[in-house]
């Protein structure tokens, strides 16, 4: 499982997104998060991930819960 994951990442240099950093670092609940929103921000790209801060104390990047995933996945 870890193979077929390696081979479908991106990995994307910072330089790619830095110019995003400065808002993520104004709207991240998380210094730990900045990075994760910069890019989300840079590609308009969803988050997946099951913290509520990111989720809740935030409003530009779309987050998505586990649950909230299996939700839509099921409805489909």
Do not use: C, G, H
Not at 14 to 43: H, Q, R, T
Not at 51 to 56: G, I, P, Y
Request: zero cysteines; glycine letters at 0%.
């Amino acid at each position: 499982m870890l193979e077929i994951l390696k081979r479908r990442m991106n990995l994307v240099p910072l330089d790619e997104f830095v110019s995003f950093v400065e808002k993520a670092e104004e709207i991240s609940p998380d210094p730990k998060d900045i990075s994760y929103i910069a890019l989300a921000l840079k590609l308009n790209a969803n988050i997946w991930s099951n913290d509520k801060d990111l989720k809740n104390k935030q409003n530009l990047v779309k987050v998505y819960s586990t649950n909230d995933l299996l939700k839509l996945l099921i409805n489909k």
